[in-house]
């Protein structure tokens, strides 16, 4: 036996990437398994079932100090239909385990169900089921989504070539430096009108359900991710573990009027969280030259802006942020793992 080694060493995608090795599943209807933003099985009519699950918990996920239970139960259920959108899908149904301190006030749970409730209504997914007990610990929520899509049309996270134009939703760095600003202020959430937008984006992010399905459902993306872990981590499933690079153009970087104006009292340097803050929820795709354009014609049709920010190129170490001139950018910036800091490049 050799030296015992610690989760941290491994990091959370090093975990990942055990469990994955020693579960192979050769079951022909399978379309994708561990690996993608959702599993996607195949069933009858030329449709495949999306399913998709997270953790949310107290002390690592959110913080109740700086959240309201109202937000937390919008929040919940809003990053597991972003992984649906990333795919392309159409979330139906939802289940919601939940591990419950003895002392918890039962107040938290009528705001918290409140919530859930609104965006479930929104987004018209039913809650059909789930499981509840006693925690030792802090409170623990899960939340499990299925939904559906044509089956020619799911949309993973491996199908990049060189050559490809990057894309993204929205824009990039507001919910993390929304969190910054909640921690500098340090008061409980109680109306969101009076805050700041970024503050908004992320207590309450919008998962991209309806630009997922318009880029499916018209074949335009060759792969999709949304963004949870930031730009450039969520950037490398799609470029880097396939054996790919980029190239992503720093001007072009889609940033909100809040982010420019409020970012350098935050951040010394303005890219930082652009590149790297999580929790976005934005899509973020590639796409064949030839359908640029009809990608550009669709976008009319997005809730939001959309924004060509980079390229897909050869080589797999070859992840890059240029500059106007072209000059490489120093990445200097640091992932999100939940067992380690990891450095991106
Ligand atoms: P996302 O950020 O889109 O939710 P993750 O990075 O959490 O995706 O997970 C990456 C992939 O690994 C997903 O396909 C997920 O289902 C899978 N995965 C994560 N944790 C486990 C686990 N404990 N057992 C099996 N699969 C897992
Ligand atoms: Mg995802």
Redesign the pocket.
Known sequence: MGEPVDIEELGEFGL?ER??GS?RSRDRRLIQG????T?AISTAGDKAILI???LLLEGIHFDLRLNSAYYLGRKALAVNLS?IA?MGGIPQYFLLSLGVPRRYPVEFFNEFFRGLKELSRDYRVALIGGDTSASAGKLTISITVLGEAPRAQVVGRAGAAAGDQIFVTGTLGDSLLGLKILQDGGNPVHSLRRLPRVVRKHLDPRPRIKEGRLIAEKGLATAM??L??GLLADLSHLTREIGLGARLWREKLPLSNYYRRNILRFEKDRWNLALAGGEDYELLFTVAPAKVEPLKRLSSRFDCRLTHIGEVVEGKEDLKVVDKKGKPYKIDLHGYDHFRTQVIS
Do not use: L, M, P
């Open positions: 990942i469990i994955k579960f561990i690996g993608d933003d599993a998709t699950t997270d992984d990333a991710i949304d949870s872990d």
